[in-house]
C-alpha cells in the first residue's frame, strides 16, 4: 500500500531548542512560492490511517503510516464499520483508490480527548487514485460519498499570513482548544525536481 509522503516542515530548526530558525526555509521551493496562495487545513493531533480499496481484489485494507506502524484494535473496529467493503463495491467497483486520513479521539495522542472525550474517529485528508492526487472538492466528494468527515479548511493564504495565524493561536474547529496546527498545500499541486510534493505543516509549538 503506498505510504503518504512525510510532510516537511516549513523553516530549519535551531539544533539547541529545536524551535523554529524563522526566516531560513527548510526548502528553497517554500521560500519561492511564500508569497503564493496556499491551502490550509486544520492538522489533527491524531495518529496517520491509510485506507486502501482495490477495485481487483474487491477488498478493503487498513493500515498506519507505513507498513510497520501498529494500530490501536478499538481503532481498527472503528474503521472496519466506517468503510465496510460493500460501501467501496457499491460507490466504487471501477476505481481503486487510496484514502489517507487521521485516526483521532481518546486515547490517541496526550490531547486526543479534546477532541472526543469517549470513543474515536476518522477524518480524511487526502485522496490518491492512481498517480493522481485529488483537489480538495473531489475529496470533499468522496468523504460525503463515504460518510465520513473530511479536516476542517481554514481557507486560502500565503505562507507568511499562515504563519502569523499561527503564532497569534489558532483555534481547533472541534472545541474551544488550540488547534495543533496547519498543513498547507500549494494552490495548485507541484512537486519538486526529485518528484516530491510541495506541502508543510506549521505548529504554535514550533516558535
Known amino acids: 500500500m ?29 521560500e519561492y512560492l511564500k508569497d503564493n496562495l496556499w491551502e490550509a487545513t486544520e ?10 480499496w482495490d477495485k481487483d481484489l474487491q477488498t478493503v485494507t487498513f493500515g498506519g503510516r507505513t507498513d510497520n506502524a501498529q494500530t490501536p484494535a478499538f481503532l481498527i473496529m472503528k474503521l472496519q464499520q466506517l468503510f465496510p467493503q460493500k460501501k467501496f463495491a457499491d460507490l466504487y467497483h471501477d476505481i481503486s483508490m487510496v484514502l ?5 479521539g481518546a486515547r490517541i495522542q496526550k490531547g486526543g480527548g479534546n477532541y472526543i472525550t469517549d470513543g474515536c474517529d476518522f477524518v480524511l485528508f487526502d485522496v490518491l487514485i492512481d498517480d493522481w492526487w485529488l483537489y480538495r472538492s473531489n475529496i470533499e466528494d468522496i468523504a460525503a460519498k463515504l460518510e465520513v468527515k473530511c479536516v476542517p479548511l481554514l481557507g486560502n493564504s500565503t505562507l507568511i499570513q499562515a504563519i502569523e495565524k499561527i503564532k497569534s493561536g489558532l483555534i481547533s474547529f472541534y472545541g474551544n482548544f488550540e488547534a495543533e496546527g496547519m498543513v498547507l498545500k500549494p494552490f495548485v499541486e507541484l512537486k519538486n525536481r526529485k518528484g516530491h510534493r510541495i506541502i508543510t505543516k506549521l505548529k504554535y509549538k514550533d516558535f
Open 2 to 30: 503506498r505510504e503518504y509522503n512525510k510532510i516537511q516542515s516549513i523553516f530549519k530548526r535551531d539544533d539547541a531548542t529545536h524551535k523554529f530558525i524563522e526566516g531560513q526555509f527548510s526548502l528553497p521551493e517554500f
Open 43 to 52: 492538522k489533527i493531533d491524531g495518529t496517520n490511517i491509510r485506507v486502501a
Open 100 to 104: 489517507f486520513g487521521e485516526g483521532y
